[in-house]
């Protein structure tokens, strides 16, 4: 009975204060704790903006492994159901330290968590080993300032979503997008995804829908405010859209249902800025 009482006592924990990993703020040598629910009979992804290079478990109850080929994604599900309150502990290769209060739930609301790294000028001092990162962010930056533009767009109930632009650099995709707010309440973004889907609406199936994971998302806001408008860079890796099929750029909001989806045809993906290579 202490057992299952101390249970509730934490999955209530979790549900009234749920996890945002979307831009969330932290001061100086702060550590934030994130609330996060997991399930036995399904997979938790966390996508970091960095690679994973240490994880610790609180308890052998969870189980976690990295996302196959993948440096920067985790894969999370209860090893049991309804086990007690656990933490996992996850260190990037920026040095970065993320605590995760990991909570049980039967049916999360949300599957996907995504931070994001939304500096501006002030990069981190990487190692050579990790120089690569270094050029994803510099043509992040570039992509962000870049004149060449497309208006690629979709509104509904005031909430504007569009791709302005385009760009390859270094076998890597990047989309700018911005939205706007023209309304007097503020949207707070829960998720945003790309994947490409067929253009035939039939019964969905897995194999009819892939999800691309983003390398980076640059600048890229937790929420925007009312009257507002918010641009920032999406980094894919390179890949092309197959006939017969269309690119979704989805955002939806958090407790509210002001959701978009942004459909993307083969002749409009083609139209691609190339960016300067990077040099030292």
Known sequence: M???SAFLLALSFCV????SAQGREKSPGQIISYPMDIAYSKTTSIVFPFDVQSVDKGSRDILVQKAKGVENILQIKAAVRNFEQTNLTVITSDGKLYDFRLCYLEDPN???????DSRQDN???YSDQNDNKKKIF???ELAYHERKKVNYNEKQNGITLAVTGIYIHND???YRIKITND??????????????RDQKKVKRTASQELELVPVLAYKAPE???AKSEMQFVYVLPKFTIPDQKNLIVEMIEKSGGRHLQLLLRNSKTDKVFPIPAFSN
Do not use: C
Not at 16 to 19: D, E, M, T, V
Not at 110 to 116: D, I, K, N
Not at 183 to 196: L, P
């Open 138 to 140: 510099y043509g992040a």
């Open 183 to 196: 309304t007097d309440i503020g949207y707070d973004i829960d998720q945003f995804r790309f994947f490409i």
């Open 223 to 225: 929420k925007v405010e």
């Open 172 to 174: 890597l995709i990047q």
């Open 110 to 116: 949300t599957l996907t968590h995504t931070f994001s």
């Open 2 to 4: 202490k057992t299952f």
């Open 16 to 19: 009234q204060h749920p996890a």
């Open 123 to 125: 990069f981190i001092n």
